[in-house]
C-alpha cells in the first residue's frame, strides 16, 4: 500500500514562489506516476503536472511554464517547484501516486494560499 506525505504548502504573496514535495512510502512497490491535482474552492479537481518515471512530464494549461515538476526515483519524492503565483493559484494541492495509472493514492491534500 502506498502512503503519501505532502508538505510545503502556505501562504504566498502574488508573483512569489512555493515548493510542494510530496513523499511516497510503498514498501516493495516501485512508483512510476506521480501527479500533483488540485482544487479550488466550488471547482473540480484538476491535474496540476504530472510525471512519469523516465522524465516525461505533462502540465495543466493555466500553468504556462510557471511550475516545473521533477521527481527522484530512487527517494520517491516529487517536488512541485511553483512560481509567479498568482491569486487563483489557491486552492488545496492533493498528491496522487503509485507504481501504475490504474493504481494511483491520494494525499491528504495541502493547502496553498496566494493573497497579498
Known amino acids: 500500500q502506498v502512503r503519501l506525505v505532502e508538505s510545503g504548502g502556505g501562504l504566498a504573496q502574488p508573483g512569489g514562489s512555493l515548493n510542494l514535495t510530496c513523499k511516497a512510502s510503498?514498501?516493495?512497490?516501485?512508483?512510476?506516476?506521480m501527479a500533483w491535482y488540485r482544487q479550488a474552492p466550488g471547482k473540480q479537481r484538476e491535474l496540476v503536472a504530472r510525471?512519469?518515471?523516465?522524465?516525461?512530464?505533462m502540465y495543466g494549461d493555466f500553468v504556462k511554464g510557471r511550475f516545473t515538476i521533477s521527481m527522484d526515483s530512487a527517494k520517491d519524492i516529487m517536488t512541485l517547484q511553483m512560481n509567479n503565483l498568482k491569486t487563483e493559484d489557491t486552492a488545496v494541492y492533493y498528491c496522487?501516486?503509485?507504481?501504475?495509472?490504474?493504481?494511483?493514492?491520494w494525499g491528504q491534500g495541502i493547502e496553498v494560499t496566494v493573497s497579498a
Open positions: 510503498s514498501g516493495p512497490l516501485r512508483i512510476n506516476v
Open positions: 496522487n501516486a503509485g507504481p501504475t495509472f490504474s493504481a494511483l493514492t
Open positions: 510525471i512519469v518515471s523516465g522524465g516525461n512530464t
